[in-house]
Structure formats: C-alpha cells, structure tokens
C-alpha cells in the first residue's frame, strides 16, 4: 500500500499515528474529533450525536475512543471525567448534559488536556476492523495514616466516649 501524502498532509495523527499499545497507559485526551469531510457528524446507530476522543501517550502514541453522548451512555464519558478529576458535583449543578459535548468549543474547552490512567485493549468488530477501547481506571483513594492507639493521657475526662 503505497503511504498517502496528501491525507497525511491534512490530518493531525489519526492514521498515520503509532498506536498505543495493550495494556495500562498514563494518557492524555490530546484532540475530540465530531465528524469526518466524507460523512458529516458522527453519529451511533441510534441517531445520537458521537465525539471520538483522541488519547496520547507521552510517547505521542494514539488510541480514539468513540463516546456516544446520549444520557443512557452518558455514564462511559462520565466515568471517564470522573477519573480524569472533573467536578462531577459540579456539572451536575450547573445542568451539563452529555449532549452539551457535541458543541465542539465546549467539548474542546472541558476535554483536552485532561489526563487519565487508562487500559488500552482492542478488539475487533464484526466489519473486521480493530476498534481501541480506552478505560479508564480510577485514582485508588489514599491509604488511611496509621493511627497509634490512645493512652490514658489522650482522654478527655469530660468528653462522651461515643
């Protein structure tokens, strides 16, 4: 397959890009892509808008990730701005939807540049294409200090014991 200069010279990575590989990466979400010149906005099979996250490693190896931002999917974009340290509270007071990251200023403005630990997989679906499938893994919370039992003089004599 002889190397297409003229698509490599309008793309920002995508195919051309190393792919990162399986397994757990530190990743960034380094461009949100909502279309393509050729079909338009993307969309699922349901008619709900789509974005496809494009995730980089510091090597700058890529893996996209399609989100569907309906409310019933709204939970793999949430759990990833979740892990990515978003203000879920809030998002949830200020109204934001899943709908709301098909505009592409306000997708771009809240999504890139968050970083994630991620796992990378891929898995190959029924057109034979391999899809990457970027998930994220949750900040374990901190290891409670280790607490030295109380003495007698620790005790407050005046204090409820409950």
């Known amino acids: 397959m002889a190397y297409d200069w003229e698509k490599a010279a309008t793309q920002e ?13 530190d990743v960034e979400i380094r461009r949100v892509l909502f279309g393509s010149k050729k079909g338009g906005p993307f969309k699922s099979r349901d008619g709900d808008p789509q974005i496809m996250l494009i995730f980089a490693d ?10 569907t931002l309906s409310e019933k999917a709204g939970w793999v974009l ?5 892990a990515a340290g978003a203000d879920m509270q ?3 007071a200020d109204g934001v939807l899943p ?5 592409q200023e306000f997708a771009r403005a809240n999504l890139v540049g ?6 990378v997989k891929y898995k190959q679906a029924a057109d034979g ?5 970027v998930t994220p893994i949750r900040p374990r919370p901190a290891a409670p200090a280790e607490q ?8 407050d004599a005046d204090a409820v014991p409950f």
């Open 13 to 25: 990575g995508g195919d051309y890009a190393e792919r990162i590989p399986a397994g757990v990466h």
């Open 58 to 67: 510091p090597q700058g190896r890529e893996a996209p990730q399609m989100v």
């Open 78 to 82: 949430a759990r990833l701005l979740s």
């Open 90 to 92: 809030r998002m949830k």
């Open 99 to 103: 709908r709301d990251f098909a505009n």
């Open 114 to 119: 968050r970083r994630v630990r991620a796992e």
């Open 129 to 133: 294409k391999e899809y990457a499938d």
């Open 148 to 155: 030295t039992p109380l003495t007698e003089n620790d005790l």
